[in-house]
């Protein structure tokens, strides 16, 4: 294990593998905007993504998650999956989808060696929906993708829920009550400033506290300790069917002592941090013929100098008036 400036360790890698999504969600890339995608030839292809996640194995790197934009929109992702999967020291792949293409992915994604999924589903309410990611959208188009994932043994199926003060708030015991009927761990994640065009302020977040304040009224929650260092939800168990329910609070509780992430976008620039305002050129160093050695060797002099606490300095750089220029979060990866 290799560790930055505050002791953290290498163990998580976030791989956006396109910038491209169907949907238009106004917290990550918001409608009404001229997108300019990276050209086909600036993506890392399949291989050299299998060829980096192999140079970081030996630093640290156990996890990795897929990413986007939106993951299922790059062909034959399958194929990253089985390479992903069968490189040794990599202990668990994810992906996290809109879910719109899911329920015709699944089979395939679980038959090239992908355990474990996670759908954003913001919602309940087909107009809600529909006005949170730009797009007119039927909320069972999504939920028959993720019955999809636990049909062919995703495990576990897990659903991401960006809540939004005065947007869907108020379904938080709904969403939790109806998940809860399905086995599906929900996470419930508080409003974040990622990128610049999401117009966030501290007025549209509501905080994780309060979330678990309102499911405490409805059902008995116990929590759970921590299966690891960098783990970001802090995460309880209903007492009656053990289901796990989590709370993502990097806003009024930020988790940056204990960050093991290291994020890498489709077009092969490291980010340190999910706040980052500039990236790392790693596509030129794999392109140019580096082996993997060379490649982990780069990696390393970049962590070994990490210092970022984007989230701990949030307020004191907001009440002195320091703007940051943010990668914007559908290049992030989330």
Not at 175 to 188: N, T
Not at 319 to 330: A, C, S, T, Y
């Amino acid at each position: 294990m290799i560790r930055d400036q505050l002791g953290r360790e290498l163990y998580d890698l976030r791989i956006s593998i396109t910038d491209r999504c169907n949907f238009r969600c106004f917290f990550c890339m918001p409608d009404g905007h001229e997108y300019q995608f990276f050209p086909r030839e600036e993506l890392l292809t399949f291989e050299e993504i299998e060829r980096f996640v192999k140079a970081l194995v030996p630093l640290g790197v156990r996890k990795v998650r897929l990413t986007g934009g939106e993951p299922l929109l790059r062909k034959n992702i399958e194929k990253l999956v089985e390479l992903l999967s069968n490189i040794e020291g990599v202990e668990d792949i994810s992906l996290t989808t809109n879910g719109f293409l899911l329920q015709k992915r699944a089979k395939s994604l679980k038959e090239a060696g992908l355990k474990r999924i996670t759908v954003s589903l913001h919602s309940l309410r087909d107009d809600v929906l529909s006005e949170l990611v730009g797009r007119e959208v039927k909320v069972w188009d999504i939920i028959r993708g993720i019955e999809r994932a636990l049909e062919v043994g995703m495990n576990p199926v897990k659903v991401n829920v960006c809540v939004i003060r005065g947007v869907n708030s108020d379904e938080v015991v709904d969403i939790a009550k109806f998940f809860k009927s399905l086995g599906v761990v929900v996470r419930f994640i508080e409003f974040m400033d990622v990128g610049n065009l999401n117009q966030w302020s501290l007025e549209k977040v509501f905080p994780a506290k309060d979330m678990l304040e309102l499911l405490s009224r409805h059902f008995e929650l116990e929590p759970i300790e921590k299966s690891y260092r960098g783990e970001v939800a802090e995460r309880y168990k209903y007492r009656d069917d053990r289901l796990e329910v989590g709370f993502i609070s990097s806003i009024t509780q930020p988790f940056c002592g204990d960050c093991t992430r290291l994020r890498l976008t489709a077009d092969g620039k490291l980010l340190m941090c999910l706040f980052a305002s500039e990236g790392y050129d790693v596509r030129a160093l794999i392109r140019s013929g580096a082996d993997e050695r060379a490649i982990g060797d780069f990696v390393k002099s970049l962590w070994l100098k990490r210092k970022d606490r984007y989230s701990e300095e949030r307020l004191q750089l907001l009440r002195m008036g320091i703007p940051l220029r943010k990668v914007e979060m559908f290049k992030v990866g989330g």
